[in-house]
């Protein structure tokens, strides 16, 4: 079935996105993604939309959603530092989406993933304005949560810049 969408205005933008957050804070990330492309429709560049679908993408890694779909967005996401630390946080999500699912491999790929993030968030400290420590805060929650957690190991026998790239079914985390 298709249905012709409607526009919203330019002028509703600043409460759209509000509604945005407030979605996503009551986990209803699908109604948030839906106002984000709402938004997209009639501003395609709008940072703040693309950065908060991106962000609404990676609360469904949990629902099976396509990392790519997050991926994608991020390549339209402007600024060094926004890029590195958007990819820390895709990356963050797909670690913490692989602990909650276990299953065999699973504390590997998380680790690995987790690993990702943090190199990612360590580049865009070199990007960072005095004052916004965001990509610091990221990175020593990865090393607490690896620290932590006695399963978040890689693999002994495997080789450490490839395993996080494969879960337990053999398939591309970034496909997952």
């Not at 990330?29 to 429709?41: G, H, K, N, Y």
């Amino acid at each position: 079935m298709h249905f012709d969408l409607k526009s919203i205005s330019v002028q509703s933008i600043p409460e759209a996105l509000a509604k945005v957050e407030r979605y996503r804070l009551l986990n209803e990330p699908t109604l948030a993604e839906s106002i984000c492309l709402d938004v997209l429709a009639i501003v395609p560049d709008h940072q703040q939309a693309l950065i908060s679908l991106l962000l609404a993408r990676t609360d469904q890694f949990d629902l099976q959603l396509l990392a790519k779909s997050a991926q994608e967005i991020l390549t339209r996401i402007e600024g060094d530092y926004e890029q590195a630390y958007y990819a820390g946080i895709i990356w963050e999500r797909l670690g913490h989406a692989r602990i909650r699912a276990g299953g065999s491999g699973g504390g590997a790929a998380a680790y690995h993933a987790l690993r990702e993030a943090m190199a990612h968030y360590e580049h865009a400290i070199e990007f960072a304005s005095p004052g916004n420590d965001d990509a610091i805060l990221r990175w020593n929650t990865c090393a607490r949560v690896i620290m932590q957690n006695p399963n978040i190991w890689p693999l002994p026998d495997e080789d450490p810049a490839q395993s996080w790239v494969h879960d337990e079914a053999g398939s591309r985390i970034a496909d997952a």
